[in-house]
């Protein structure tokens, strides 16, 4: 006859990457890693917008229901082209994945590298000259041949956003989770 008592936890721990995001396109990145990446980390990304504040961030990394086995990483990716909501950011207490002036300048940096300071709207454009799959480029989508493109292209964009000095414009942090994905994974 077969116990009807619970099984017992793992004792192992269980590492979970939270990543608190701004919009869609991040979402859609995050959801790309997943795929990408089979690594033991567990990722989950919740799109909170402007309302960002440290309790929000503590009350997600609660709703996680936890157990003393679970180490969770805590980031926040968000774009610094709203300064109302860089100084919330910056004062949240978790890894900041932070663009300037906003994600595209990740992708970017898998074609081509900026050094330069650049305007949301100047850096949508030359991503879409920089190339042929980001002709057709719309947010929050995907498509299979960018990526592809961005998959082939994370270790040279992550080593021009090394290069690039952290808040300034432009720079990312999108490259320490994918560090932290790939650590994981070897």
Known sequence: MASKREPSPSM???????VICEGETEERYINLLKKWYKSPIRIISHIEGTKITQSLVDNRTRELKLSKYDKVHTFLM?????????EKLLACKAEKLLSNPC?????????KDQKSPITTDVLINKLKKSATVWKNYAKSD?????EAFLKSNTNTATSRAK???????????????????KSNTS
Do not use: C
């Not at 995907?142 to 960018?146: G, I, R, S, V």
């Open 12 to 18: 192992r721990m269980r590492k979970i990457a939270l």
């Open 78 to 86: 968000y774009d610094m082209d709203v300064p109302s909501i860089n």
């Open 103 to 111: 994600f595209e300048i990740w992708l970017l940096l898998h074609a």
């Open 142 to 146: 995907f498509t299979n041949t960018q």
């Open 163 to 181: 290069d690039l000095k952290e808040l300034q414009n432009p720079s990312t942090g999108v490259y320490k989770l994918i560090e932290l994905l």
